[in-house]
C-alpha cells in the first residue's frame, strides 16, 4: 500500500477566481491517478440579489468610482459545461448537479445582509466607506421594492461537482 501525499483543500474560493474554463483543467492537472476533486460554486448570477448590485454599479457615481469593474469574475458556466471540462481534464467518474436551497428569510433585510457578506465584498473593499454607504442604501431601496414579501424564499443555487481521475 503507497503512502498518498496529503490532500490539499480550499474551501470557498473557486467563486473568487475568474476563467473557470482554465481553472478546473489546471485544478485537475494536480491530482494524481484516482484523486478527487469536489468544488461547489454559486451559481445566483441571474438572481435579483446579485443583477441589481451589478446594475447599481454601472451607474454614477458608482461606476466612475469603480473604474469599470463590475464584479471582475466570468460568469459562472452552466452544470454541463463543467461536466464536460472534467471529462476533458480526466475525470472518468463525475457527478455534476444544480441544487437550490431555499432560505426563508424574515424580509428583503436579511437579503441585504446576506450578500453583503458575499457578493458585495468587492464593491465595498473599491468604493470605500465614503460611496460604500450610499451604494448600500440605493441596493437596499431596490431590493425592498423587489421583494415586498414577508418572509422572504432565497432560493439559493449552488452547483456541486466532484470528479475521480481515471487511475
Same mark, same amino acid.
Request: charged letters at 20%; one cysteine or more.
Given at each position: 500500500?503507497?503512502?498518498?501525499?496529503?490532500?490539499?483543500?480550499?474551501?470557498?474560493?473557486?467563486? *473568487?477566481?475568474?476563467?473557470?474554463?482554465?481553472? #478546473?483543467?489546471?485544478?485537475? &492537472?494536480?491530482?494524481?491517478?484516482?484523486?478527487? !476533486?469536489?468544488?461547489? !460554486?454559486? &451559481?445566483?448570477?441571474?438572481?435579483? =440579489?446579485?443583477?441589481?448590485?451589478?446594475?447599481?454599479?454601472?451607474?454614477?457615481?458608482?461606476?466612475?468610482?469603480?473604474?469599470?469593474? &463590475?464584479?471582475?469574475?466570468?460568469?459562472?458556466?452552466?452544470?454541463?459545461?463543467?461536466?464536460?471540462?472534467? *471529462?476533458? =481534464?480526466?475525470?472518468?467518474?463525475?457527478?455534476?448537479?444544480?441544487?437550490?436551497?431555499?432560505?426563508?428569510?424574515?424580509?428583503?433585510?436579511?437579503?441585504?445582509? *446576506?450578500?453583503?457578506?458575499?457578493?458585495? /465584498?468587492?464593491?465595498?473593499?473599491?468604493?470605500?466607506?465614503?460611496?460604500?454607504?450610499?451604494? #448600500?442604501?440605493?441596493? /437596499?431601496?431596490?431590493?425592498?421594492?423587489? !421583494?415586498?414579501?414577508?418572509?422572504?424564499?432565497?432560493?439559493?443555487?449552488? !452547483?456541486?461537482? *466532484?470528479?475521480?481521475?481515471? &487511475?
Amino acid at each position: 500500500h503507497q503512502k498518498q501525499p496529503p490532500a490539499k483543500v480550499a474551501n470557498a474560493s473557486a467563486p *473568487w477566481v475568474p476563467d473557470h474554463e482554465k481553472l #478546473l483543467p489546471r485544478l485537475c &492537472a494536480l491530482l494524481m491517478p484516482g484523486g478527487q !476533486i469536489a468544488v461547489q !460554486i454559486p &451559481a445566483m448570477d441571474e438572481h435579483m =440579489s446579485h443583477t441589481t448590485a451589478d446594475s447599481l454599479a454601472s451607474e454614477e457615481p458608482f461606476a466612475s468610482a469603480l473604474g469599470g469593474f &463590475a464584479r471582475g469574475f466570468d460568469p459562472v458556466l452552466r452544470p454541463a459545461r463543467y461536466s464536460e471540462l472534467l *471529462w476533458q =481534464s480526466g475525470c472518468e467518474q463525475q457527478t455534476v448537479r444544480l441544487n437550490v436551497y431555499p432560505h426563508l428569510l424574515p424580509g428583503y433585510e436579511a437579503v441585504v445582509e *446576506w450578500v453583503r457578506g458575499t457578493y458585495l /465584498t468587492p464593491y465595498e473593499a473599491r468604493l470605500g466607506p465614503a460611496l460604500f454607504k450610499p451604494f #448600500l442604501q440605493e441596493y /437596499t431601496r431596490r431590493l425592498a421594492m423587489a !421583494i415586498p414579501q414577508r418572509p422572504y424564499l432565497y432560493a439559493y443555487a449552488r !452547483i456541486l461537482m *466532484w470528479g475521480r481521475m481515471r &487511475a
